[in-house]
């Protein structure tokens, strides 16, 4: 078995965004944190609870499309346990989308009706929306105002710098730059980050992270890969033995006979990012600590 991929990446601008979001929150009546629903918890950076405490919050689980359905349900459920509005999207097609503004609307109702009662009853509700690199920000803002209207890129780190934009009704939205936190203090967290694609590649060695994430994958979805792949019988438990198992079925060979193993491992991330593998989730609320 490989072991465990470390990971700790935190560029300056992230420690620039940290100061953006705490300056902005007085702009702002609620912040909207777009998570990943296939890794909820480790989506979640755990500074924007103590940057963010004085706003209200809803979580969109973005990605949804690519998840787990039973996983989405039982994050959508556990979320409503704490008393955390949340909702399950694909910003890429819009789906889930439609409850987004009308769940912003009943998390304010008490800030709209001191605005009747001020006698500024058009004023426009300011959402913030925040969360870690490569989450889908920008995919979210653009799909709300029907436009593209920001830069989006699938890689972390595109959006730089503070954005109004104005969704027409009776709701505006700062974007921010995507954020991680300095330390991971569990290493299985910026491993699974690193899985779904908040961590550029180029810092790590990605045929070690492909090896990891087909150890991760194989004990509750060996059906999947078995399927995507094209392999019988039990799959083997070590990470570099399905690999080259996974290389030699697609034929990426090298001179000599032996496989490409660089090749296979950024198609098997890939075709885990983008869902090819199937609808997989890393995180169930069961394994939340408290």
């Given amino acids: 078995m490989s072991e465990i991929v470390s990971i700790q990446w935190f560029p300056g601008h992230m420690a620039k965004t940290r100061r953006l979001i705490k300056e902005s929150l007085a702009l702002v009546d609620c912040v909207a944190e777009i998570i990943d629903a296939r890794i909820p918890q480790s989506s979640r950076n755990p500074e924007l609870d103590s940057l963010c405490a004085t706003k209200p919050r809803i979580l969109l689980l973005n990605k949804s499309d690519v998840a787990d359905p039973s996983a989405n349900d039982e994050w959508i459920a556990y979320f409503k346990t704490k008393g955390i509005m949340s909702i399950a999207a694909d910003c890429k097609s819009g789906k889930g989308l439609n409850r987004f503004l009308p769940l912003v609307k009943e998390l304010l109702k008490d800030k709209i009706e001191r605005n009747i009662d001020k006698g500024m009853a058009g004023k426009k509700l300011r959402v913030m929306v925040a969360g870690i690199p490569n989450c889908g920000k920008s995919t979210f803002i653009n799909r709300m105002v029907g436009s ?143």
């Fill in 148 to 290: 593209n209207k920001l830069k989006t890129e699938d890689r972390p780190g595109v959006t730089r710098s503070r954005q109004w934009i104005d969704l027409g009704s009776g709701v505006e939205m700062m974007d921010t730059p995507g954020m991680l936190w300095p330390k991971f203090e569990d290493p299985s967290v910026g491993e699974k980050l690193a899985f779904c694609g908040a961590v550029k590649d180029d810092v790590i060695d990605t045929e070690l992270l492909s090896r990891r994430l087909l150890e991760t994958l194989s004990p509750s979805y060996s059906q999947m890969l078995s399927a995507r792949y094209k392999l019988s019988g039990d799959l083997p438990a070590d990470g570099a033995e399905l690999l080259e198992l996974i290389g030699k079925k697609r034929g990426m060979l090298i001179p000599g006979g032996g496989v490409d193993t660089e090749r296979a491992s950024a198609i098997v991330l890939d075709e885990f990012r983008s869902g090819k593998i199937g609808r997989i989730s890393l995180e169930t609320p069961h394994e939340v600590k408290g």
